[in-house]
């Protein structure tokens, strides 16, 4: 076929990801679509693929993905007459331990809480399901009938079929060798058969995504791992609709195959490929069998199935599977390349994720703006960091490792650590900080008191850590504590028109003289939050952002993508520390190192300034996440370790003393203030969130999403964010637990914790009806939540349950 000279959007990558792209961006928006495979499809990963299809995941977003999936792969065949090999036959989890089955308890709860039907079955009726199976130490299972398994290269062709039939141009045999770019973006695809000319090009290349996206400056954070299996013979008693089978206590998973049995598994040492680029001639490749290492999974499956140690082996499969660093698949646009979209890195899940994530990646490289809140999955969570390889190649090891075991709430990656760490390290250590990671950044999750050990012991009930920060934050509501935040992100934006351009962008109003904050929210085009964020005005062209760590390049590439006119952003984040003093007595420490005037009146809430403290130039900003009077001081990193020692050193008669991260979590919870990523998303807009407040719409400035919120707001919204009081203090929220109201589904937690000053669990969510929501309405009904398949009474807050009206923050 010959190469057209130009197509509107080039798909590179002819395995399940990239022909889904390809069909979608067809099927439903009639684009002008050139796909490009450099051997044949299905020859990377696709091919080998084991062809298990779950759906539930712990995001909403990500499990409605993998729902389509399921769905398209149920009629692909009507329109294509290509079949996929679908098969619905369920899938039973296997719990052996007490913990397990608390975790599949919680996925039960989340699973209803996201419309799918999980059933908890006893080692009977598994045993009466799955006749083979040694069911001796089942403490029971987890039943999903809508899951199943499919034939990977059938999904593929038939989705390249339907592709073709909506006029889209599939090349085999044509290999990318580079871009023409013009600035940041991609102009040209260059092959060994011509250059194509292209507006946008999918980057959906497999294994071979990061090499791709790097010839275009991008960074695919991704790790080819083998991955092991076996085809047995045909096994007598075996049914041909046996549910697939995960059995993550002994680290397998098993479905039926023409009368056999595919079986493999996750290993905690997993065999890393190469640290180089992928060959260009890797297709339809295999490493050899590796039976020793493999044994460990042999020795666990026999046990479960104890028919497979009479029965042969017709195939091992050894294949390469592309991994990332967390165990999530990759989507979305670029910092560095304004027109590349990456689909890649699908952690042996991409037949289950294929369908879904070519029909949102599709719609996100047609609008500019994801169609849902994908951000656990979105390429801008990673950072500079990811462009170590040896990094990425240890952090995803353990990460692959991790695939079976069980998702303890508030468990941190142990590998690659520390790699970024503050001026304050060793002495947050040497007071007992346990440290947690995020982003490659050491902070402080809690204090271990003397005499206890400094590390977490995880479980799914109340955890060792938890008295200890029930102090802290003790203390932070009655005395002074200290907070190391320095991981913040942390941008300036400069220029003749950064007020015009920063009021576009942000809901809040951002036009206030030099020296005031404003809290602020900014929104996609369906007044959907993308960011929440500070923004500090310093002088009349210049402005300081804060954002959360994890969110850096995220919210860096939305702020540069919308900005207009003479506007400049620069990332700060690295050159400035942050210290949040906060507390009751945080001004009289403040006070005794400082010569400026930090009274209420000289200094309210809500406003900048600059104040020297020993010898350092500090921008003390006057906000809080905690719910108490404070204030955070950025300075130059080099100062912070100063800074610090002279706050210790003042604080000691008022009994200052450094707190974590878990601290402020249940802080802010009593406070009911909203955290970007769980309570709101871009899936959310601001009168839903009950953060309409925060947004100008009485003004005539116009920004981003004005219009969605505009008629948003002529109807009641279908959802409002609520709060949720449990009076048994034993009951332990982590969130998505199912919100029941008079008896019926009314919503889902987004996060949960334990208020220590209300002596109570708190969970916040959004409660549903379809005809409407207003007070009157939640007033009226009567609430549960229940956790881990148990109902418990809880009390409706619409206010902070803690100072609701803020008065010891403007104190």
Not at 431 to 454: H, M
Not at 568 to 594: F, I, N, Y
Not at 627 to 651: F, N, Q, R, S
Request: aromatic residues 10%.
């Amino acid at each position: 076929m010959t190469l057209p000279s130009h197509a509107r959007f080039v798909v590179i990558g002819g395995g399940i990801i990239g022909c889904s792209t390809a069909y979608h961006l067809a099927r439903d928006h009639k684009a002008e679509v050139l796909l490009l495979e450099q051997g044949k499809l299905t020859g990377g990963s696709t091919w080998h693929a084991a062809g298990l299809v779950g759906q539930l995941r712990s995001s909403a977003s990500i499990t409605r993905v993998l729902k389509y999936s399921v769905e398209l792969y149920k009629t692909l065949d009507a329109e294509t007459e290509l079949e996929t090999g679908w098969k619905m036959t369920g899938c039973l989890r296997l719990a052996t331990t007490p913990d397990r089955w608390t975790e599949y308890k919680r996925l039960a709860t989340t699973a209803r809480s996201f419309g799918m039907e999980m059933d908890l079955i006893g080692p009977d009726e598994v045993k009466r399901m799955w006749p083979l199976m040694d069911t001796s130490d089942l403490i029971g299972a987890s039943w999903l009938p809508t899951d199943g398994q499919a034939n990977p290269a059938d999904i593929t062709q038939s989705l390249a079929k339907g592709a073709r039939m909506h006029g889209v141009t599939i090349c085999e045999g044509v290999r990318v060798t580079g871009f023409e770019m013009e600035g940041t973006r991609i102009t040209g695809v260059r092959t060994t058969q011509g250059t194509v000319a292209c507006e946008t090009v999918l980057n959906c290349a497999g294994q071979w995504a990061r090499q791709l996206g790097a010839m275009a400056g991008v960074t695919v954070p991704l790790q080819p791992v083998k991955h092991q299996y076996i085809v047995t013979d045909r096994i007598p008693g075996l049914s041909k609709d046996a549910a697939t089978l995960r059995d993550p206590d002994r680290r397998t998973y098993f479905k039926e195959e023409v009368g056999g049995l595919v079986m493999g598994g996750y290993e905690p040492d997993p065999q890393l490929w190469t640290l180089d680029d992928v060959p260009d001639d890797w297709e339809f490749a295999l490493f050899d069998d590796d039976y020793d290492h493999f044994a460990q999974h042999m020795e666990q499956a026999i046990a479960r199935v104890p028919a497979l140690a009479e029965t042969g082996v017709k195939q091992m499969i050894n294949g390469s599977e592309s991994f990332t660093p967390d165990g999530n698949f990759i989507l979305g646009r670029a910092n560095e390349c304004p027109n590349m979209f990456v689909g890649a890195g699908f952690n042996a899940f991409g037949i289950a994720s294929g369908g879904g994530a070519g029909w949102v990646l599709a719609d996100w490289a047609v609008n500019g703006e994801a169609p849902m809140d994908l951000w656990t999955v979105d390429i801008r969570r990673f950072s500079d960091l990811h462009n170590d390889r040896a990094w990425v190649a240890e952090r995803t090891a353990e990460a692959y490792g991790k695939h079976y075991t069980i998702g303890y709430p508030h468990e941190e990656y142990e590998s690659g650590r520390p790699r970024l760490t503050s001026p304050l390290y060793d002495r947050l250590k040497e007071a007992g900080a346990v440290f947690g990671s995020k982003l490659g950044w050491e902070r402080p999750n809690w204090f271990a008191p003397p005499g206890t050990e400094a590390r977490d012991i995880y479980s799914m009930g109340r955890q060792n850590w938890f008295d200890a920060v029930g102090s802290e934050h003790a203390h932070v509501r009655n005395a002074v504590a200290i907070f190391d935040q320095s991981s913040f992100a942390k941008y300036e934006v400069t220029g003749s028109d950064v007020t015009e351009a920063l009021s576009w962008i942000c809901a809040g109003d951002v036009i206030r003289p030099p020296g005031g904050i404003t809290y602020t929210q900014l929104l996609n085009s369906r007044g959907g939050i993308e960011a929440d964020l500070t923004v500090a005005r310093l002088a009349d062209d210049r402005y300081y952002l804060v954002t959360g760590t994890g969110f850096r390049r995220h919210d860096l590439g939305w702020i540069q993508d919308h900005l207009k006119g003479d506007a400049h952003l620069a990332d700060v984040t690295e050159q400035r520390g942050t210290l949040s003093l906060m507390g009751p007595k945080a001004r009289d420490v403040l006070a005794s190192v400082v010569r400026e005037d930090i009274s209420n009146a000289a200094f309210p809430f809500g406003h900048v300034r600059e104040l020297d403290i020993a010898g350092v130039q500090v921008l003390a900003l006057r906000i809080t996440y905690v719910g108490e009077l404070g204030w955070e001081l950025h300075l130059p990193i080099a100062g912070l370790a100063k800074v610090y020692d002279t706050l210790m050193e003042a604080g000691a008669a008022h009994g200052i003393r450094p707190a974590g991260y878990r601290a402020i979590e249940s802080l802010r919870l009593e406070k009911a203030y909203r955290a970007w990523a769980s309570d709101i998303t871009p899936g959310d807009t601001p009168f839903e969130a009950g953060l309409g407040w925060a947004v100008k719409m009485r003004s005539n400035q116009p920004f981003i999403g004005r219009e969605a919120l505009a008629r948003a707001a002529e109807r009641l919204p279908s959802k409002r964010f609520a709060g949720f009081l449990l009076d048994d203090p034993d009951v332990v929220l982590v969130g998505r637990e199912t919100i029941l109201r008079d008896g019926a589904f009314a919503g889902y937690l987004t996060s949960g914790g334990f208020g220590y000053t209300l002596g109570k669990s708190i969970g916040y969510g959004y409660v549903r009806n379809e005809k409407g929501v207003d007070d009157a309405w939640l007033h009226s009904g009567r609430y549960e939540l229940v956790v881990a398949g148990q109902a418990f009474p809880a009390s409706l807050e619409l206010k902070p349950p803690y100072d609701p009206e803020g008065a010891r923050i403007r104190c």
